[in-house]
């Protein structure tokens, strides 16, 4: 009874916990999710996208992005009081909810010769289900314009600098993914009061301020391209790791912005 006990005290402090108190992420369940995260994202190219002869480009990122606003905003609706807490839609749950609901219709799509006409359609519809409840609670969208200000300024400088020296173009939708997600975060830390919930970057902010994001995201994203490119040879399954950046960027980059016009 006694081991019984420490395994559930040291779940449910590190895991189940934060999940329902929003008090954040710490070494622990950063380390088990990034770990989790890694191999989904390998065995997911392997064992679905590679045999299903999915090519991995633009029409995939924009198949899997429904999905991503629907479980994206899913999540805001939770921490707005509006959707029952349940694991299944907070955080790291919704990413295996939206995981179970996509693959079906990217196999439908393979093998109806469809791709990716239905995996669009679908997630489509749950996208507007969830941003409809979403605009119909809505409060204060002050936050939303803000964001789109910040947003709209990074892009500019990162499509500049794209043009001035160019990348993998598939690199670009985590970027740009990622430079939204930023300026939800510095508006909903600078300008209202929120708090960072993850490991790292909540201490990073409190020495430095909400705009460390900026030079942090950039070294973090220019890290990650340069080791995929020597880690990752397949140029298939290294183009799927975009993805997977892409998706860890527009996920936050959506549902931050929903929070607050909701005032969570």
């Known amino acids: ?4 006990k420490a395994l559930w005290d040291f779940f449910y402090n590190y895991f189940w916990e934060p999940m329902f108190t929003r008090s954040g992420y710490n070494a622990v369940n950063t380390f088990v999710y990034a770990l ?22 633009e029409r995939l990122f924009w198949a899997v992005t429904p999905m991503v606003v629907f479980g994206a905003t899913v999540r805001a609706l939770v921490d707005g009081g509006i959707l029952p807490k349940n694991p299944l839609i907070l955080t790291p749950g919704i990413f295996f909810t939206a995981f179970i609901l996509i693959v079906p219709a990217i196999v439908a799509d393979a093998k109806l010769r469809t791709y990716p006409k239905v995996t669009i ?8 289900w ?11 969208w002050r936050p939303y314009e803000l964001t789109l200000i910040h947003t709209a300024v990074s892009w500019a400088v990162v499509l500049a600098f794209y043009r001035w020296r160019p990348f993998d173009r598939l690199y670009l ?11 939800s975060t510095v ?11 993850h490991w790292i970057e909540s201490h990073l902010v409190s020495w430095f301020g909400a705009y460390i994001y900026y030079p942090w995201i950039t070294l973090i994203l220019i890290v990650v391209y340069y080791a ?8 298939e399954e290294r183009r799927f790791w975009y993805l997977a950046v892409y998706v ?12 607050m016009i909701l005032q969570v």
């Open 1 to 4: 009874m006694g081991i019984e």
């Open 36 to 57: 989790l995260f890694g191999l989904g994202v390998i065995y997911s190219y392997r064992y679905i996208i590679k045999p299903l002869k999915i090519k991995v480009d």
């Open 121 to 128: 359609v679908w997630g489509t519809v749950l996208a507007l």
């Open 130 to 140: 969830a941003n409809y409840v979403l605009v119909t609670h809505a409060k204060d």
């Open 173 to 183: 939708y985590p970027v740009l993914a990622h430079y939204f997600d930023i300026a």
């Open 187 to 197: 508006v909903g830390i600078h300008f209202y009061g929120y708090r960072e919930v």
């Open 228 to 235: 995929l490119q020597e880690l990752v040879q397949d140029e």
């Open 248 to 259: 860890l960027g527009l996920g936050p980059a959506i549902r931050d912005p929903a929070q």
